[in-house]
């Protein structure tokens, strides 16, 4: 019985201990899922070429990422969070008061949804507002605002295909979710809609239908293409990326007669495109070992440019002028504004 | 109603039940085949990798290395020349745009190989040797069969140019399947070529080890305790409805007071084993308090009493006789509550066990992924070789829960001794 | 006429609310064999779980009033438990052999109060109380197989093996014979009136 005890004591000090000394020689990465696939492979090439460990990367959501990345300085908090828009005013805040107030934001590269569906289906062409007349919980026909009634596509406009709408959405919690209601479901809206949704334009114009013509899917993009690759009919949205991963199995439609291309999502003449980012804890820099010359592989041309190796995994590159800008910030390790 | 009708309506009642019972055993069965089927037909070829036999020339100037050159030169020396020179030998490409599609037949891993081939024989300068070098996911998918080839080549990943080469290589036989280690020594990778379990398996071995030497030790002093020391009255009622209400606590519930006591409060490091082992040893502790309590609670009061009958202590009683006879209840029980907990993913979430690890963790306090994890991981990753990726992780801890549920029945059975 | 060994007076018995035993004066005397015989429920074992105590294991069991064992009063908070019940054996209604080989049944009582420091001390004590159980001659080979795979008489006469083991004083037993064949049970009562000859 006594040697079962101080084994047991003895397990718990080497925990206290070992943990009581705790210091990180390796980057800690958190943030957006979108960003997470560049940032994975960035980081292994990062860690199979130099003296550093390969950074690790967790895939929290933008907003989890932040609420981490601003949670405090010290080995416990992570250095670099992915984010798949620009940090928010309120998380400036929350940076500030725990005493993150350098904070370096890089430009990744730019993200594209793609709206679309299997390889068998003729090809599509769709207006924005189109697009949110088909999603909307509520639209506005003849200058009043209805529960929606389209059930076919040709109930939007006759010149749309006589079938069933039937759409896969993602969940309410993930980016790409935030990027297609604000580019195409806000954008979309009409005037009259928005004018008589009054106030809460914005939310009431994203707010999607439940009446199962739109069919929330999960986090996995993989399970979309999936689905669509069985059922002909029905359309979704997801990055750019698995357009290029899947595209024997699916294609997108055009949005405004655009189809989503490199050029198109870079200098954003494809209308569903947003700027993704990772932000940089700048106290780390110099304390956990590596970030600096993290920062230097993720912005050079090897990873960055057109014909880098994150293009080939579907991230949209930055046009020159703005690649500038970001090389310089994670050169000399610019740092934003957080008030 | 005559004696016989009663009778004949007896009997079809049992029939009826019968027939019931049959028909839901079969659809189990048939549910756990779909399932099981779905996930062999697609994980199986996991199991292999496709690689391309290149004939390497390890050219003396072009390595800048001498013959006895030292390991540190030799890890330091610049093998992306040669690297590209053999694999460009592979077939006659004619501008650059072909030579790069031939060099993206393999896999970016190319110049470790070759590396590493050298490494383990450094006698190799200025020689020649054939090397099997691991083939990109794209051709390792449509060597596999994984990957139509009949579509337009605007919708295929592989150009009508790396088709060509690849049937010259089919025809050469210079193309090869073999037994893929590196899913059992890699760690994660973006890379499907090259990803691993390798990190997720230490990972996993590291937080069932933690859990097993927490939760074991006071699992069992607790039951025992419970069950043969206390008191009955309502304190230990109290605490008895507890630990099985904790039982049925939902596990991600584990992970939320995980986050707030061990990381945020403690400030354990993230996304290691250590805080997995903890978080998944308090979810499986009320998991084996039961059946330990409940093997305990078998043992009959007889054997007990005939101890203390001859003068033996409370604690001698309980030590020399109840105990090593509910052990084998004991040890299946916890050997149960760990296969729960190797399973577990939800708690692993919010302690950041879903991680990005390349690097394969050599402590309990370096950052890991674990098994379920990494099904998760790969299952959302947009390239295709990790689909079969994904279903021979499952494979791997389905054997291991199939394993550990045998070894379960296996000691209950060998240690179990018969009392009257 | 023998001393009194046992000596109960004024005892009551309660489970819960239920009295068992109402006053219960006896003097039980010594190198005798006294039987108490009565109705099922009547209070037989109730009594006989008083005088090592056995009682003590059940919750709700409340003991009044005294018993005295050489004028010494055991149901004292001060005595001892584990001392009086190696003075005081015990064999129950239904064999109970520990499920571990013969020789570990009888060895363990001796082994647990220090007696038979060696091996040859505890194979002669093992010997001995098979001997006065009248088991040795049948299991004398076999003395590494489980007590459990022995026949109902053979478990009880193991059981009366391990009580004796200890040396005690006084041997309660709470019908031994219930649960076996008449064969069996004569060879029981033969060995009952052999115990209650002082031993050399």
């Known amino acids: 019985m006594n040697k079962l005890t101080s084994i047991f004591i003895g397990f718990l000090l080497v925990i206290g201990f070992t943990t009581s000394s705790y210091s990180r020689d390796q980057i800690k990465i958190v943030g957006s899922s979108t960003v997470y696939p560049y940032a994975t492979v960035v980081a292994e090439k990062?860690?199979?070429?130099?003296?550093?460990?390969?950074?690790?990367?967790?895939?929290?959501?933008?907003?989890?990422?932040?609420?981490?990345?601003?949670?405090?300085?010290?080995?416990?908090h992570p250095d670099i969070t992915n984010a798949s828009r620009a940090i928010k005013p309120k998380e400036k805040t929350l940076c500030e008061k725990n005493g993150v107030s350098e904070i370096i934001e890089i430009v990744v590269g730019n993200d594209g949804i793609s709206f679309a569906h299997a390889v068998s289906a003729p090809d599509a062409d769709f207006t924005k507002e189109q697009l949110w007349r088909a999603l909307a919980a509520k639209v506005d026909v003849d200058g009043k605002l209805v529960e929606n009634p389209y059930k076919k596509w040709s109930d939007i406009d006759a010149s749309l295909p006589n079938k069933k709408i039937e759409i896969l959405v993602a969940p309410p919690t993930s980016g790409t979710r935030d990027a297609w209601n604000?580019?195409?479901m806000v954008k979309g809206c009409t005037k009259t809609a928005k004018s008589l949704f009054g106030d809460k334009a914005k939310k009431e114009c994203a707010k999607i239908r439940e009446d199962g013509y739109a069919v929330e899917a999960g986090e996995n993009d993989t399970l979309i293409v999936q689905k669509l690759t069985s059922n002909p009919d029905a359309f979704g949205f997801f990055g750019y990326s698995y357009l290029v991963a899947n595209k024997d199995k699916v294609k997108a439609s055009s949005v405004e007669g655009v189809q989503p291309s490199l050029e198109g999502i870079q200098d954003y003449s494809y209308p569903i495109a947003r700027p993704l980012f990772f932000y940089v804890k700048k106290a780390h820099i110099g304390v956990i070992p590596g970030i600096q010359e993290f920062l230097k592989e993720f912005t050079s041309k090897k990873a960055m440019s057109n014909r880098g190796y994150l293009a080939k995994i579907g991230l949209v590159p930055l046009a020159s002028e703005e690649y500038q800008i970001t090389r310089t910030a994670a050169l000399d390790l610019n740092t934003i504004s957080i008030k | 109603m005559t004696?016989?009708?009663?009778?004949?309506?007896?009997?079809?009642?049992?029939?009826?039940?019968?027939?019931?019972?049959?028909?839901?055993?079969?659809?189990?069965?048939?549910?756990?085949?779909i399932l099981v089927h779905n996930i062999f037909s697609k994980g199986s070829s996991a199991f292999m990798k496709t690689a391309i036999n290149v004939e390497v020339f390890y050219d003396k100037d072009l390595l800048e290395l001498e013959l006895g050159a030292s390991e540190e030169e030799i890890l330091e020396a610049d093998f992306f020349d040669i690297t590209i020179e053999s694999l460009l030998k592979v077939y006659p490409a004619k501008n650059m745009d072909e030579e790069d599609a031939l060099i993206e037949l393999f896999t970016t891993d190319a110049e470790i190989e070759i590396k590493k081939a050298f490494l383990n024989n450094k006698n190799l300068i200025g020689k020649k040797i054939n090397l099997e070098i691991t083939a990109s996911d794209d051709i390792d998918q449509l060597h596999k069969g994984n990957y139509p080839r009949d579509l337009p080549e605007d919708r295929r990943r592989i150009s009508n140019f790396q088709l060509e080469i690849y049937d010259v290589l089919v025809e050469n036989k210079t193309i090869t399947k073999n037994f893929n280690n590196y899913f059992f020594k890699n760690g994660d990778s973006r890379d499907p070529e090259i990803a691993g379990i390798g990190g997720a398996l230490v990972g996993s071995f590291y937080s069932i080890l933690i859990c097993l030497l927490l939760a074991f030790p006071v699992a069992v002093l607790a039951s025992i305790y419970l069950e043969e020391f206390a008191p009955k009255n309502k304190i230990t009622d109290f605490i008895e409805i507890n630990i099985n209400n904790l039982a049925a606590v939902p596990s991600i519930v584990y992970g939320l007071l995980a986050l707030q006591i061990l990381l945020a409060t403690i400030q354990l490091p993230r996304s290691t084993p250590l805080v997995a082992g903890i978080t998944l040893a308090l979810m499986t502790l009320p998991r084996i308090i039961i059946p330990c309590r409940a093997s305990l609670k078998a043992v009959p009061p007889s054997i007990r009493e005939g101890a203390l009958a001859v003068g033996a202590s409370k604690f001698q009683s309980v030590?020399?006789?109840v105990v090593p006879l509910a052990l084998p209840g004991t040890l299946s029980g916890t050997i149960i509550g760990l296969?729960?907990?190797?399973?577990?993913?939800?708690?692993?979430?919010?302690?950041?066990?879903?991680?990005?690890?390349?690097?394969?963790?050599?402590?309990?306090?370096?950052?890991s992924s674990s098994l379920p994890v990494q099904?998760?991981?790969?299952?959302?990753?947009?390239?295709?070789?990790?689909?079969?990726?994904?279903?021979?992780?499952?494979?791997?801890?389905?054997?291991?829960?199939?394993?550990m549920n045998f070894l379960a029945v296996y000691l209950r059975q060998?240690?179990?001794?018969?009392?009257? | 006429m023998n001393n009194v060994k046992i000596k109960s007076k004024n005892l009551n018995v309660y489970y819960g609310e239920k009295q068992a035993l109402f006053n219960v004066n006896l003097d039980l005397n010594e190198k005798e064999v006294t039987a108490l015989i009565g109705p099922s429920g009547c209070g037989k074992s109730t009594f006989i779980r008083c005088i090592n105590r056995m009682n003590d294991v059940i919750d709700i069991c409340k003991v009044s009033g005294n018993i005295e064992i050489d004028g010494v009063e055991i149901n004292d908070k001060n005595l001892d438990v584990v001392s009086l019940r190696e003075r005081v054996g015990m064999v129950f209604q239904k064999p109970n052999p520990f499920p571990k080989s013969i020789y570990d049944n009888i060895s363990y009582g001796p082994k647990i109060h220090g007696k038979g420091e060696t091996k040859s001390e505890l194979d002669e004590i093992v010997e001995n109380s098979l001997k006065k159980a009248a088991l040795w001659e049948e299991v004398k080979d076999r003395l590494d197989e489980p007590g459990t795979g022995l026949s109902g008489g053979q478990q009880q006469r193991l059981c009366i093996a391990r009580a004796i083991s200890v040396n005690p004083e006084v041997i309660l037993m709470d019908e031994p014979c219930s649960a076996l064949d008449p064969i069996a049970t004569a060879k029981i009562e033969e060995l009952i009136d052999e115990l209650k000859k002082p031993t050399l």
Request: with cysteine.
């Open chain 1, 46 to 76: 990062f860690g199979k070429s130099g003296k550093f460990k390969t950074p690790v990367i967790e895939s929290t959501g933008t907003g989890g990422g932040m609420k981490l990345f601003c949670a405090g300085v010290g080995a416990n």
């Open chain 1, 182 to 184: 604000s580019l195409v």
């Open chain 2, 3 to 33: 004696k016989e009708q009663r009778l004949k309506k007896r009997h079809n009642a049992e029939k009826r039940f019968r027939f019931y019972g049959l028909a839901s055993i079969f659809f189990a069965l048939l549910f756990v085949l």
């Open chain 2, 319 to 321: 030590f020399h006789h």
């Open chain 2, 339 to 367: 296969a729960q907990a190797l399973g577990e993913t939800a708690p692993l979430i919010l302690i950041g066990m879903v991680a990005f690890v390349v690097d394969i963790p050599s402590t309990p306090i370096d950052p």
């Open chain 2, 375 to 403: 099904v998760y991981l790969w299952s959302e990753s947009a390239e295709r070789g990790f689909v079969e990726k994904t279903s021979a992780t499952i494979m791997m801890l389905l054997s291991f829960l199939i394993v």
């Open chain 2, 414 to 420: 060998k240690f179990e001794k018969r009392w009257n």
